[in-house]
């Protein structure tokens, strides 16, 4: 079956990086588009950042553009999020996801086919 597994959460002080992986299984990983969103507390989920599977090419939430960093390799089966100079709004639970078709921006949920179970960010001010 399919899976997304998160990784690479934690605690960071504001001004600090973390770097988040997604690790997929069970697909054509190259295939996929994939996507970060996050859910902060109280909050409803929001888009963050996503990457084409053929070109790489990368879309950003405005929240995160010039801070966040999608990269894929599809060698691996696996993506990564480089988050530098958090801010304790940044603070949520990330998740993963992949679609296989949609449409552009990719910022709609009701897209993504497979979602992994989050991993937790905090960022202390």
């Known amino acids: 079956q399919v899976q997304l597994v998160e990784s690479g959460g934690g605690l960071v002080q504001a001004g600090g990086s973390l770097r988040l992986s997604c690790a997929a299984s069970?697909?054509?990983?190259?295939?996929?588009?994939m996507a970060w969103f996050r859910q902060a507390p109280g909050k409803e989920r929001e888009f963050v950042s996503a990457?084409?599977?053929?070109?790489?090419?990368?879309y950003y939430a405005e929240s995160v553009k010039g801070r966040f960093t999608f990269s894929r390799d599809n060698a691996k089966n696996t993506g990564y999020l480089q988050m530098n100079s958090l801010n304790p709004s940044d603070t949520a639970v990330y998740f993963c996801a992949v679609r296989y078709s949609g449409t552009w921006p990719p910022m709609k949920e009701y897209e993504y086919r497979y979602w992994g179970q989050g991993t937790q960010v905090t960022v202390s001010s």
């Open positions: 069970g697909l054509p990983f190259s295939s996929y588009l």
């Open positions: 990457i084409r599977r053929a070109d790489g090419n990368t």
